[in-house]
């Protein structure tokens, strides 16, 4: 485990053990992508979403969440609008698991069941890792991409990337002490590689046998005519892929009146 994921376990540890307020939910919604084989709709939903957190409330405004969520992204060149796109015909998906801990701020006083305000906007930011794993479908089998080096690489890519959650959403308290959440999300991951794409094509006659070379360049599988030449673009030259997961949580927060006076 990375230390600075270790580093904020134990934070979150040490300030739960003064916790009043403790709260326990599940996520569900959609994950999407942008990067090489989506750099332009933000919102694009590609797979399904689904977590489980565990908070510390502090006070009506302050928060520490230790949140886990599972994602599913993928991407296709050949649904694309772009003729070029259609025409470079890569394409991935990728199972998403993130660690993380995030702090929120509400911008009301949100105290369920004890509180003035049944519902209140926020903000969040964190830090978190994410473990990652671009596959492929050739020839009617499905193909784990890092190990193949699609571009060259001297090594393969790490499989895994620190990501900086942040995002909005709004509580609403429906019941007792039950919490309905929606959020929207971006992470930054420090990685260009969520989707195996990220600068040159690969001179072919130095990468291994198939399928590395098959899946390196991919656009003359319906025509014939390959147009990756090595050195020539890839992907979009963007430094870094980001990811979003945007959905609903339910969550039940445990409140003793005490703990409010």
Not at 53 to 61: A, C, E, L, Q
Not at 62 to 76: C, D, E, H, R, V
Not at 216 to 244: C, I
């Amino acid at each position: 485990m990375p230390k600075f994921v270790s580093f904020f376990l134990l934070l979150f540890i040490s300030f739960n053990l003064q916790a009043q307020t403790w709260e326990l939910g599940g996520f569900a919604g959609g994950s999407a992508y942008m990067g090489d084989l989506n750099p332009n709709n933000p919102v694009k939903i590609s797979g399904v979403a689904l977590g489980a957190f565990v908070k510390r409330n502090f006070d009506g405004y302050l928060s520490l969440k230790l949140n886990y969520t599972f994602g599913q992204i993928s991407g296709a060149d050949n649904t694309s609008s772009n003729p070029q796109f259609r025409q470079r015909n890569l394409s991935f998906s990728t199972n998403l698991n993130e660690l993380s801990v995030i702090g929120e701020f509400n911008f009301m006083k949100y105290i369920p069941e004890a509180g003035e305000n049944r519902y209140t906007p926020f903000v969040y930011l964190g830090l978190g890792v994410v473990g990652y794993n671009p596959q492929a479908s050739y020839q009617g089998h499905t193909y784990n991409l890092r190990p193949l080096m699609t571009e060259g690489e001297s090594k393969p890519y790490p499989n895994t990337a620190i990501s900086v959650p942040y995002g909005v959403g709004f509580k609403y308290n429906f019941s007792g002490k039950w919490n309905l959440i929606a959020d929207i999300g971006y992470r930054n991951p420090t990685t260009d590689y969520l989707d195996d794409v990220s600068g040159l094509y690969a001179n072919k006659s130095k990468l291994p046998s198939d399928p590395s070379r098959a899946l390196s360049d991919r656009s003359g599988e319906n025509t014939g005519v390959y147009t990756g030449s090595p050195g020539s673009q890839r992907g979009d030259q963007r430094p870094k892929d980001t990811y979003m997961f945007v959905g609903f949580s339910i969550s039940f927060t445990f409140v003793t009146s005490k703990c409010y006076y």
